[in-house]
């Protein structure tokens, strides 16, 4: 079972733009549904975006314009691209694979979790 890795978080100012890698690890991220999730500080995990295997992407309507999901599948990396980032999308972000062709948005219907990146937007 493939296991998603995710790097790229950090300590940045409103306004500026940060990447986000979701790495496939022990496996390839093909014929999978990739999606990010996010967990505020005393917040519910929510769904932020993400890819299907034929390469449509999501977004949540909160965040779309701003965030972007795309893959490198010669990399096995999928990528959270956020951009105009605001003190709100501060979280961890998680990344996680399912075996089906939809995004879902419940977190349940995902079996494989990367262990999240901080993301920490200040004002």
Not at 82 to 89: A, G
């Amino acid at each position: 079972q493939v296991q998603p890795v995710e790097s790229g978080g950090g300590l940045v100012q409103a306004g500026d733009s940060l990447r986000l890698s979701c790495a496939a690890s022990g496996g390839t991220f093909r014929s999978t549904t990739v999606a990010w999730f996010r967990q505020a500080p005393g917040k519910i995990r929510e769904l932020v975006g993400g890819i299907n295997k034929n390469g449509g992407t999501y977004s949540v309507p909160s965040v779309r314009g701003r965030f972007t999901v795309s893959s490198d599948n010669a990399k096995n990396t999928v990528y959270l691209q956020m951009s105009d980032l605001k003190p709100e999308d501060t979280a961890v972000y998680y990344c996680a694979s399912r075996p089906h062709d939809t995004v879902a948005s419940n977190e349940d219907a995902y079996n494989s979790w990367g262990r999240g990146t901080q993301v920490t937007v200040s004002s």
